[in-house]
């Protein structure tokens, strides 16, 4: 069965920076698309960065040039290595493995349970 566990998250000032792990057990995750996703109190939730099974990366507007996705396969982990950080950067981050458990005969995504970054002055 699969399960992720978030890390790295905590409390850092404007300009600092933090690496997010997202740690998988129960399943090889290599192959599989792996998203960031977070929100922030009384706000939308957000994909942040992606990264496929063949290493494509792609960042949302808000992230781009600051923030780097990457995977370690042989560690069954993905990372999030977030630099330049900003105080509208402080919201509840998320690792996803798309498409990969079944509900109900469908393949749907495996949420982890977040890790909270908080910056601020």
């Known amino acids: 069965q699969l399960q992720l566990v978030e890390s790295g998250g905590g409390s850092v000032q404007p300009g600092g920076s933090l690496r997010l792990s997202c740690a998988a057990s129960?399943?090889?995750?290599?192959?599989?698309?792996l998203d960031w996703y977070r929100q922030a109190p009384d706000k939308q939730r957000e994909l942040v960065a992606t990264?496929?099974?063949?290493?494509?990366?792609i960042y949302a507007t808000s992230v781009e040039g600051r923030f780097t996705i990457s995977r370690d396969n042989m560690r069954n982990t993905g990372f999030l290595q977030m630099d330049s950080l900003r105080p509208d950067d402080t919201a509840r981050y998320y690792c996803?493995?798309?498409?990969?458990?079944?509900?109900?005969?469908?393949?749907?995504?495996?949420w982890g349970p977040g890790t909270l970054v908080t910056v601020s002055s």
């Open positions: 129960g399943r090889t995750i290599g192959g599989y698309t």
């Open positions: 990264i496929t099974g063949a290493g494509t990366t």
């Open positions: 996803v493995i798309r498409q990969s458990v079944q509900v109900k005969g469908q393949w749907v995504d495996f």
